[in-house]
């Protein structure tokens, strides 16, 4: 397994509306790509961040996401209520536990 973490800063006044589209991406993405086992979406209104942790089958698979189409929209579609640059992390699973 491969994580790959990406996080927004959204502009002022913006979270919820980020939050909401990152969301919303996040679970039609999850539906349409089997690699993709799956996401969390964690924020912090305080400072505007909104970060999307997401765990893939591999590596492969993880940067695959970086040439996606619908990644792209969704890019395009955040960008403008963003108040910098994107930031994707690629990590490596050291633990996973669940209940």
Avoid: C, W
Wanted: aromatic fraction near 10%.
């Amino acid at each position: 397994m491969h994580v790959a973490e990406f996080t927004l800063h959204a502009k002022p006044g913006h979270f919820e509306e980020v939050a909401e589209i990152y969301s919303e991406f996040a679970s039609s993405f999850l539906s349409n790509h089997p690699a993709l086992e799956n996401v969390l979406i964690l924020g912090d209104e305080a400072t505007g961040t909104v970060r999307g942790i997401g765990v893939f089958s591999s590596r492969d698979d993880a940067d695959a996401v970086n040439n996606d189409p619908e990644f792209a929209s969704f890019n395009d579609l955040i960008g403008p209520l963003l108040a910098s640059p994107s930031e994707r992390v690629e990590l490596q699973l050291l633990h996973h536990y669940a209940k």
